[in-house]
């Protein structure tokens, strides 16, 4: 006999992940953008420090810059740099959230988003959305072999799924 167990623990969020852009067009050297763009990482940063988010939760990511061509008769010419980085914020705090975009901002960011919300120990969940669902079936196991006038044996196989982002538990049991 198979059975599925499902199981299913709802968490609110507890980090907002915001993507904080910065943006430079026409920087006449590479040196400049690539100065504009420290500039104003390190501007962001500083304000992210003042608001009490932990360096832990700061990551530049994404940083470039490449030169911006024009096209003409006598081929190709650099007409100057552009440039861009990503600072990424993880905000523990949920009331913090709008204080970061509003600082991240001001210190230079041009463009800010919220990258989506997370749990930061999502393993906590899913042990005790596992041992729901092990329960429901040993729950529905139990009541078959009692319609069925059966008794159970070992469990032979168990298997556990989590398809996307929610997170039901499957567990398969019982022997006749």
Not at 98 to 105: N, P
Request: hydrophobic residues 35%.
């Amino acid at each position: 006999m198979a059975v599925v167990g499902e199981a299913k623990v709802e968490v609110v969020p507890d980090l907002i992940n915001i993507s904080s852009g910065i943006t430079i067009n026409n920087a006449e050297t590479k040196d400049t953008a690539q100065k504009q763009i420290s500039e104003i990482n390190n501007k962001i940063i500083d304000a992210l420090k003042k608001l009490g988010i932990e360096e832990k939760d700061i990551k530049t990511s994404d940083y470039s810059v490449s030169p911006r061509y024009i096209y003409g008769g006598d081929g190709s010419k650099i007409r100057g740099y552009n440039g861009e980085a990503t600072v990424t914020i993880k905000v523990r705090n949920k009331e913090l959230s709008s204080k970061v975009i509003s600082e991240v901002t001001d210190a230079g960011a041009n463009n800010v988003r919220i990258a989506g919300v997370s749990v930061e120990h999502p393993e906590k969940y899913r042990e005790e959305a596992r041992s729901k669902a092990i329960a429901n079936a040993k729950e529905q196991a139990e009541k078959l072999a009692r319609e069925l006038g059966i008794s159970l044996g070992r469990i032979v196989n168990m298997v556990e799924s989590s398809p996307g982002q929610v997170y039901p538990f499957y567990a398969r049991s019982a022997e006749m």
